[in-house]
């Protein structure tokens, strides 16, 4: 990992002394020694704050929104998830692809902090990486982990290492790994009673403080304006004050995302509340998947989404009404 | 209870295209066929106008079940319009019955111009399942129901 960034590092100091690109988009270290967060670099000497280790999850893509409509053409280092991202603004048009040089990077899976910190790393001042295991430097010492079982809940997940689009690789240990089973957990709320799955989903949602994280940090929610922006909306409230406009507000939030959602994960991740917001999102991309053929966001920049499509013989809305089993 | 449940009177709300539905259900009323007084008609343009916030809205304000008609497939005046509202509605239907959200409570119909008997049977059926379930009280804003009391 260390390697990676290093080479990643020197990359973009060349691209940046040949005039290739202008700035550089990329991770440095945040407030806490495991908050890496976006950055965009000018110059080589803004480069040395590079960093790139197990810490560097959030997805740059939406970044590139805003910066490939300026001046010059910017260099972004995208981790395959990221990728998908960004394929899916391109098919938006909602990014400028000619400003942007895309070095696609290699990725070992991120580290979910959270989970790192409850077994037992508190005080958490560094870790390191050596593919199976991750050793925790706390001010208490050090704490060594299966890798796997601190992984974020997107990585976990992973859709498979491949970036879907690139001008360069930096790869210097290749992983084969074949994309992960992401809806196991899908399957286990739609196996519940109608009833549990109400209970648990009002557990769940009645937690949301309406701190609109998830919407922020979202790559696919791009809107100029949102709706829950809009105080004639009526949901622009903060924290909801009864429990239908916490079902509104996460219906429609993964309604407008529905076939644009790449599964990024960076909603669930970012949630201070801790709620999967994963399942909502992938609930919509199984049924599309099941319902009008598989279908995954970000694959490619051109096929169009299918809520934006329709075929003559699609099924009707009446399967759902019609299930059978209780109500 | 049980007494009360005979009483519970849903109430519906009907999305109606302008093309097809809506003139389906001035049918059914110029031909005098019942159903039931229950069910109140939102005209819209087409259905694909109904935004999945209009079916979450009708709930919020009081709404026991929300059906949704329009022209059958091909039929549309706009061409397409309802192609779009099939895929739309399924999706959504499909997220409030994962919320646990029973899923009687929402539904989609395809009824022409021509068919004012069939508008009314509808409504029939819809309203007799939506009464089967009872109130709404999973997606609504409580804030205006009455209180459940203990037992119910
Ligand atoms: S989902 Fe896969 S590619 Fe994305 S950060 Fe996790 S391991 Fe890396
Ligand atoms: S990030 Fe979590 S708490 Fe914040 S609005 Fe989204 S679901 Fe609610
Ligand atoms: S006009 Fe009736 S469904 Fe489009």
Known sequence: MQKVAEIAQKRAIQLLNQGAVNRVLGWKKGEFPYDETPAVFASADELKDFVYDSFSSPNLSKYLIEESRKEGKVLAFLKPCDTYSFNQLIKEHRVNRENVYIIGIECGGMIDVVTLKNRGAVGLTGADDDGENITAHTLYGDVKVRKEEVLLEKCQACKGKKHVIYDELIIVNPQDEKPRDRFAGVEAIEAMTPQERFDFWRAQLSKCIRCNACRNICPACSCLQCVFDNPKSGVASKASPDTFEEQLYHIIRAFHVAGRCTDCGECSRVCPQDIPLHLLNRKFIKDMSAFYGEYKAGEDSETRPPLVDFSKDDVEPCIISDKGGDR | ?152
């Open chain 2, 1 to 152: 209870m049980s007494v009360e449940n005979k009483e519970f009177k849903p109430t519906i709300v009907a999305f109606c295209c302008n093309w097809c539905s809506y003139a389906g259900a001035d049918l059914a009323g110029s031909g005098r066929m019942q159903y039931p007084a229950d069910v109140k008609i939102i005209r819209v343009p087409c259905s694909c106008r109904v935004n999945p916030m209009f079916i979450l809205r009708a709930f919020q304000r009081g709404a026991d079940g929300v059906i949704l008609c329009g022209c059958h497939p091909g039929d549309c005046h706009y061409s397409t319009g309802n192609y779009y509202t099939r895929r739309r509605m399924t999706m959504l239907f499909d997220f409030l019955d994962y919320l646990g959200i029973e899923r009687g409570r929402t539904r989609v119909e395809w009824v022409s111009a021509a068919e004012g008997a069939r508008f009314a049977s509808v409504m029939n059926d819809f309203v007799k399942k939506v009464r089967d379930l009872g109130p709404n009280r999973k997606i609504t804003d409580l804030r205006c129901k009455p209180v459940e009391k203990e037992g119910e």
